[in-house]
């Protein structure tokens, strides 16, 4: 029987097929700043000597701000830690982890897990590129596969071709439209179908990039002429390798998305799948337009910005910032001079990282109306709680910047005589790797540890008995953005004592202060919450402080993947209820109690918990493999691995 591309890299990479749960073996691994000093710290907990990746490379992109030491003492524990493990090191200034991941080290058949969510961008080049928390990709650096269920594929097949000044981050919030956030979890996506011979690797990226937000375990695509195109370039096609399904693969779904009918598309507040044509919210006033990120910082997007802002200026009212994607495309763009038409046009040219994409700078003015390329606008992650932020292609992006108002790009073309672009990858992009420090050229030799670099925290092995008290009920589509706030509270990320007491800030301010009260009462805290709980990010933070005040379960209609990985990582029970209309019984403050958790995690899929305060019993379920269920009895992954590890 034929394979699917999905099918053809498992194979390659499988190392263990145990009940529903595959392990795979990881060639590369990428982290961030934000969540790299944990997966740093751990690796050192861990107790290895060298890493047993191909390659692991840890970049500095997220939190650049420095506004006080926190950030540049973690950039120089990171700096020094490469060496000791021999990790390559990508300066801050180098560019955006999974920009740069694209250009220098991302290869079509291999593994790729990245403690960031957006990894997936990788598998724009044909690569199964996984985001994870930090944990998982410490252990993939420590040689440990990574275990996930059998994934199930669905095939998006994309036909005929993207009409002018529509682009490819319109096919993703077309798919985001149909999909949704929501129930897409275990799904991967292939794209396929004789369109994407029309999308150069950068576009394909932006696609991937943003099935982040779908859920789905990652995106990819083919490898064909047009990725050897993008890797000859980047002097690199001795890495490529063809790899394409076969003419009677099999898939779980099909999708088929005429790319002539597309048009240009945006995502409302405050979720990506809150899409609707551009047309059909025209005349929003707008005040802040951003251009940039993981999704829309490419040298094709900055030269469809160039060509679109040649001789206009933007409107007295908006303020607008474009931040090229990495130092490879800021030197191309400023080389042959496109940038100049960026500049004049009046925009504030902002450094190459995340950003404001992660609420670290650009706050938009209060009530706000923000329009911007990345790829996600959950509420208060722009850093102004209550601002609007709309998601749109660079197009839509310099159209509505220049009018002042959200406005179709394919009428902006017109009004202004704006030709067509034609956009062809260049022969040779500009390649410059010195701000990488490989391990032969990084000159640290001993681990630099200011005052915010703490220790990862340690959790007890699971209880016999759970006597807790529902510390919090959230609603649906809860983020972890909302578990735990990134923005100007990033830089404490290093410091989990300090980073704790922002758990639930923007719903539930006094969060810390109760849950610290239950635990030091000798009660656990449990987390009552809708569906979709821990959507977005990848950071483990928002499992590893509420674990580390206290809580052990989470009893929620449905939870994310990385999420859910997460939480089983820091011995958090994941549950979910048998009958969701218990959910709408249970309210905050009511005590809840498990007896003999211990036997049960190892034994059982559905039991009876006991609502003391109402007095009734509600059933949950848990889905957990027997490694799963280890780990939460050891109170953890780092327990677990360490007991492994030293065997
Ligand atoms: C994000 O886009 O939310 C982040 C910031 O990149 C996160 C990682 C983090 O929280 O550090 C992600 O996507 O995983
Ligand atoms: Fe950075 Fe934003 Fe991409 Fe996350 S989504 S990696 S914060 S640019």
Redesign the pocket.
């Known amino acids: 029987m034929g394979k699917n591309i999905v099918e053809k890299i498992i194979e390659k990479h499988l190392v263990e097929n145990y009940n529903d749960e595959i392990g795979i073996k990881i060639d590369q691994t990428l982290t ?1 700043d ?2 790299g000093t944990m997966v740093y710290l751990q690796l050192e907990a861990i107790g290895i000597e060298k890493i047993k990746t191909e390659l692991s490379v840890s970049y500095v992109d ?1 939190n650049t701000l420095q506004d006080g030491f926190e950030n540049a003492d973690d950039h120089n524990y990171l700096r020094s830690v490469a060496k000791k493990f021999g990790v390559v090191f990508s300066q801050a200034g180098n560019g955006i982890c999974h920009q740069v991941h694209l250009e220098r080290f991302a290869a079509p058949g291999k593994t790729l897990l990245g403690s ?3 990894t997936p961008t990788a598998g724009g080049i044909g690569m199964l590129a996984i ?1 994870a928390g930090g944990l998982d990709v410490a252990s993939a650096m420590a040689g440990s596969p990574f275990y996930l269920k059998y994934p199930k594929v669905i095939k998006i097949e994309l036909n005929g071709r993207l009409k002018p000044f529509v682009s490819a981050k319109d096919i993703i919030l077309k798919v985001l439209e149909i999909l949704t956030t929501k129930g897409n979890v275990g799904y991967i996506i292939e794209y396929g179908g004789e369109g994407i011979k029309t999308l150069s690797v950068p576009e394909r990226a932006t696609i991937t990039n943003m099935g ?1 937000e779908l859920g789905v375990t990652t995106s990819i695509f083919p490898s064909d002429e047009v990725t050897y195109e993008f890797m000859k370039a980047q002097g690199r096609e001795k890495d490529f390798v063809e790899l394409l399904p076969d003419k009677d693969a099999k898939y779980d779904k099909i999708i088929k998305i005429s790319l002539d009918e597309l048009e240009p598309m945006v995502a409302l507040p405050h979720s990506p799948d809150n899409v609707k044509k551009v047309k059909e919210i025209e005349n929003l006033k707008v005040n802040q337009v951003l251009i940039g990120s993981c999704t829309n910082g490419s040298y094709k997007d900055m030269m469809i910005t160039s060509h679109m802002l040649k001789g206009l200026k933007i409107a007295p009212w908006v303020s607008f910032g474009v931040a090229p994607g990495s130092r490879q495309v800021l030197e191309m763009v400023t080389e042959n001079g496109a940038i100049v038409n960026i500049i004049r046009s009046g925009a504030r040219i902002l450094e190459l990282a ?1 950003g404001f ?2 609420g670290a700078g650009q706050a938009p003015s209060s009530k706000g109306i923000s329009i911007r390329t990345n790829n ?1 606008n959950f509420k208060g992650r722009s850093g102004t709680v209550d601002a609007e932020v709309y998601l749109v292609s660079p197009e839509t992006a310099v159209a509505s910047a220049v009018k002042g108002f959200l406005t179709d790009p394919r009428d902006f073309a017109k009004e202004y005589g704006i030709e067509e672009f034609k956009f062809s990858i260049p022969s040779k992009f500009w390649v410059d790797d010195s701000q990488f420090l490989y391990p032969e050229n990084n000159p640290e030799e001993n681990i630099i540890r200011g005052p915010n670099i703490g220790n990862p925290p340690y959790n007890e092995p699971l209880s016999k008995d759970i006597k807790g008290v529902v510390t919090i009920k959230v609603g649906d589509k809860i983020t ?2 909302h578990i735990m706030p ?1 923005g100007y509270r990033l830089k404490y990320r290093s410091n989990i004592q300090k980073y704790s007491t922002f758990v639930f800030e923007e719903i539930k301010p006094d969060f810390y202060k109760v849950a610290t009260e239950n635990k030091n009462r000798g009660l656990n805290n449990i987390i009552i919450a809708g569906l979709s709980y821990g959507q ?4 483990e933070h928002a499992a590893m402080c509420p674990m580390y005040l206290g809580v052990k379960m989470v009893i929620a209609k449905s939870i994310e993947r990385i999420h859910r990985d997460n939480l089983i990582n820091f011995g958090i029970i994941p549950a979910t209820f048998v009958n969701e209309s218990d959910y709408d019984r249970i309210e905050e403050g009511e005590l809840i109690e498990i007896n003999d958790i211990q036997s049960i995690i190892v034994s059982k899929n559905e039991f009876d918990v006991f609502n003391k305060t109402k007095n009734y019993y509600f059933k949950i379920k848990i889905d957990l493999s027997d490694r799963e269920r280890d780990i939460i009895k050891l109170g953890g992954k780092l327990n677990y691995i360490k007991i492994r590890y030293n065997k």
């Open positions: 961030q934000a969540t997220h960031d969510s957006h985001g982040a995340c994409c992660i996600r972890t953005d990134a977005g990010s990848s950071r």
